[in-house]
């Protein structure tokens, strides 16, 4: 089997995508000269936070096989890798966000807080100053370390031996803890802030459970797309029924952290804590609060268990849509309620999110077509290109 195999973006792609974009871009302009500011500042906090978790939850995937020294899945490390160059664009995304923060929350004005003792107990940490370090400080990190991980791999192409590899699992043994706690806090920042008299001590958890099993379902269908155009030909049933089992597993743990949050909540009916649920549930969000556990838990959930499915290419792909979907849904869910008058999906909504699919799916392909798309060294691949029982 060649192991020299190099992607190769495709005009079309990278014209489509370019579309795309620009269509997001004309959405964007459109929403803040139309006025419609909030909405428009909204949809692009659910974006960023979107595709960033998709970038952090198939990092955190990577780090979980070097850690556990999985061989099966050594043929794909080169697509969490690419994923993990979309931080640097998130970055400069982000870094845009600053610009709508009073826009979106409530604690970022001065006599807001003054004048509200909740506020002021919680001011020692959501304020702007300190706000805007850990947002530097996160993102520094994870480009750091990710970037780091990913040179020393494509460095291993040409090296070879265990030298790398024994870094790269130390780097992953760091990460993948900055990762739980940093990320865990960039969600309370920017996502449970929004509310800022609510909080849940299982929302953080949520959010990364959230982003582990999103990241991992798109790392499963690029690789299935990719084997459809041919540059995977080692997928063999075996490796896509192993993504099937980590889909399935982390969307029971997703719907785990979903009924804690929720039930705690209902059975102990603190208005405190109800304050958050009260617009979701009795409200016109009241279908997309049910969608949310439907499409991220209950389908996956009922079709992997039939593990048929999960071999095929159009399941894979099909659950994955699903999920893609889901996590749309939840994030619309989290932010929309708290920032926005009413729930409405207007062309803000679908226009900026095909924009950023767009960027993303631009980056990431133009980060495969970087490096040799399966790592050719890697002490285990004989593992993976022989999985097939």
């Known amino acids: 089997m060649n192991l020299d195999i190099q992607f190769k973006v495709g005009s079309k792609f990278r014209t489509s995508m370019f579309v795309m974009i620009a269509i997001g871009l004309i959405t964007i302009v459109a929403g803040f000269l139309t006025g419609d500011t909030h909405r428009t500042w909204a949809n692009l906090l659910l974006n960023n936070f979107y595709f960033l978790s998709l970038a952090i939850g198939a990092i955190f995937w990577m780090t979980m096989q070097a850690i556990t020294q999985s061989g099966w899945s050594s043929s794909y490390l080169r697509i969490p890798q690419a994923m993990g160059i979309y931080l640097i664009v998130s970055f400069v995304l982000w870094f845009v966000m600053f610009f709508g923060i009073h826009d979106l929350y409530h604690w970022s004005h001065t006599e807001a807080v003054q004048n509200d003792p909740i506020l002021l107990h919680k001011s020692a940490y959501l304020n702007l100053p300190f706000f805007a370090l850990r947002f530097v400080v996160f993102f520094a990190l994870w480009i750091f370390i990710t970037m780091r991980i990913r040179r020393m791999s494509i460095k291993e192409d040409t090296e070879g031996g265990t030298r790398l590899f024994g ?78 089992r980590y889909i399935f597993a982390l969307s029971i743990i997703w719907a785990y952290m979903w009924l804690s949050q929720y039930l705690l909540i209902w059975y102990a009916n603190i208005p405190e804590e109800t304050v958050y649920y009260v617009p979701r549930i009795m409200s016109e969000y009241k279908t997309l609060f049910y969608a949310e556990l439907v499409l991220n838990w209950f ?91």
């Open 167 to 244: 870094k790269i699992e130390f780097s992953s043994k760091v990460l993948i803890f900055v990762l739980a706690f940093t990320f865990s806090l960039f969600s309370i920042d920017w996502l449970m802030s929004l509310d800022a008299h609510w909080y849940s001590t299982i929302y953080a958890v949520k959010k990364f459970v959230s982003a582990f099993l999103h990241g991992t379902a798109l790392v499963a269908a690029i690789a299935v797309i990719l084997h459809m155009q041919g540059y995977f030909p080692q997928l063999t049933k075996k490796h896509k029924s192993d993504f099937q």
């Open 299 to 389: 389908v996956p959930f009922l079709f992997l268990m039939w593990n048929r499915i999960g071999k095929t290419n159009w399941g894979i792909l099909t659950i994955v849509a699903i999920l893609i979907v889901g996590q749309w849904v939840e994030l619309y869910m989290s932010i929309m309620p708290g920032t926005v008058e009413s729930h409405k999906i207007t062309y803000i909504e679908i226009g900026s999110f095909i924009g950023y699919f767009g960027l993303f799916a631009f980056v990431v392909a133009t980060a495969l077509s970087k490096a040799n798309l399966i790592p050719k060294k890697h002490p285990y691949l004989m593992e993976s290109l022989h999985d097939d029982h």
